[in-house]
């Protein structure tokens, strides 16, 4: 088999990999129906996370279950099912509240941009579609691995509610996701910050009422514009940036939320800002699963379409061309079929 192998910044490439195999009873294989570039997987593309040695890729999927080990009892094979980037138990305390992505089994999915892909602890990660999709469904279930769930954890995180103003920072996949997400929880006003017209469009089909193009200092002032001089309600951070990370709270009212979903690269925070500030910070790597049976729901009925962040559609062994058009950013997110 083939798969995805980074070696260095910029060189990714497709070449002879082991098949993957059962490991341990818990685990299950699953034959790939399509996997995608992450947003995350450029700070190693891009030399800013370095790369000590060649690294497979890979942690968005979604396919058949070829396999399971002795143990697995929830998926079997000939299903089509959908799991986090985290393998995780589903059982342990973190687990129970919530919180899989911090479950204390847990394993980081790093080879899914190849066929065919080993995934631990099968029970708790895996959660099977009511039957095989059509392939028009593929794309949007797909994104529930990830970047869907993403932004729905940057919303809830951010405590989105009915009727409330949300601002979204970054215009990548989860940040376009996260305005779907807040339209979704009922917000009544969502401010988007995009400066690339076709993200822009994307993101007001999504539900985005306002769009600000604007950063930094400037940014912050064009939100309290919008707002009132008071701040939105929520503020959804998806970039991961000091400048990002303080656009968002400053673009936030006394006592609303910031939820966080941009893995931080050199990210510090002040505590006498934050102090005065008088809003609450919740996010970290969202814990996907918790939200899988409900979007599953959500795209399954029609009612939402994530897969429309896929600008760009590859066969896998292309990956690499997959990898340089998000890098210059003329593509949103490359979806990857085997
Ligand atoms: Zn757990």
């Not at 890729?57 to 799991?83: N, W």
């Not at 631990?120 to 593929?138: F, K, R, S």
């Not at 769930?149 to 919303?155: D, E, I, L, R």
Request: glycine content about 12%; some cysteine; hydrophobic content about 40%.
């Amino acid at each position: 088999m083939r798969g995805t192998v980074l070696y260095g910044p910029g060189d990714v490439r497709f070449e002879e990999r082991p098949a993957p195999a059962i490991i341990q009873s818990t685990d299950a294989i699953v034959r790939i129906s399509a996997t995608c570039v992450c947003g995350s997987d450029l700070w190693s593309y891009r030399g800013i996370s370095p790369v000590a040695q060649p690294t497979p890729m890979g942690h968005e999927y979604c396919g058949i279950v070829e396999e399971v080990g002795s143990a697995v009892t929830s998926v079997k094979p000939g299903q089509f099912v959908i799991g986090s980037f985290f393998a995780s138990d589903n059982t342990c305390p973190n687990c129970r509240v919530g919180y899989q992505t911090s479950c204390r089994h847990r394993e980081f999915i790093t080879t899914a941009q190849a066929p065919g892909l080993r995934v631990p602890l099968a029970d708790g990660t895996l959660v099977a579609t009511p039957t095989v999709p059509a392939d028009d469904l593929i794309p949007s279930l797909l994104t529930l691995s990830d970047v869907m769930g993403t932004g729905w954890f940057a919303a809830n995180a951010a405590n989105v509610k009915p009727g409330m103003t949300v601002a979204v920072v970054g215009d990548g996949a989860v940040g376009l996701l996260g305005v779907l997400s807040a339209s979704q929880m009922g917000a009544a006003r969502i401010i988007a910050m995009s400066r690339h017209a076709a993200r822009q469009k994307l993101a007001r089909d999504f539900g985005a009422t306002d769009i600000v193009t604007e950063r930094g200092d400037q940014g912050v002032a064009r939100i309290q514009e919008l707002t009132g001089g008071i701040g939105a309600d929520a503020v959804l951070e998806c970039v991961g940036t000091q400048e990002s990370m303080m656009q968002a709270i400053r673009s936030t009212r006394p006592g609303g939320s910031v939820g966080y979903v941009g893995v931080p690269h050199g990210v510090t925070l002040d505590g006498e800002q934050l102090f005065f500030s008088h809003i609450r910070l919740h996010g970290g790597p969202a814990p996907v699963r918790r939200f899988l049976p409900q979007l599953i729901d959500l795209v399954w009925t029609g009612k939402i379409n994530p897969g429309k962040v896929f600008d760009l559609t590859l066969p896998l062994d292309q990956v690499a061309e997959g990898y340089r058009a998000m890098d210059q950013r003329r593509a949103i997110k490359t979806l990857l079929l085997p």
